[in-house]
Nanobody
């Protein structure tokens, strides 16, 4: 069983940056593909980024590509999401997720473990 705890959310202005962290415990962190998802009010949870096991390969939603960067520190059992040039439409609760799978990594159903989420609010 893997436990995930997100942190780093907050209220920022458009154009600002934030770095989210997700600390994992209870499993072999380096064996998990890690994902970031977000859910805005009244909307479905959507894919943001995937960071593969080694951290070398990453994948992003088109809406965040070039602005967000995912990374991980396997020694610290932590995955990060650096968010730059934030926009009001990035406002959402951000969740990290973990899976042992190597496929369906852009889909919610591909992930087994989820954190509780951290709120990011971007004002215009």
């Amino acid at each position: 069983q893997v436990q995930l705890v997100e942190s780093g959310g907050g209220l920022v202005q458009a154009g600002d940056s934030l770095r989210l962290s997700c600390a994992a415990s209870g499993g072999t962190f380096s064996s998990y593909t890690m994902g970031w998802f977000r859910q805005a009010p009244g909307k479905e949870r959507e894919f943001v980024a995937t960071i593969m096991r080694s951290g070398i390969n990453t994948y992003y939603a088109d809406s965040v590509k070039g602005r967000f960067t995912g990374s991980r520190d396997n020694a610290e059992n932590t995955v990060y999401l650096q968010m730059n040039s934030l926009k009001p439409e990035d406002t959402a609760v951000y969740y990290c997720a973990a899976t042992e799978r190597l496929s369906r990594i852009r889909q919610l159903s591909g992930y087994t473990y989820w954190g509780q989420g951290t709120q990011v609010t971007v004002s215009s």
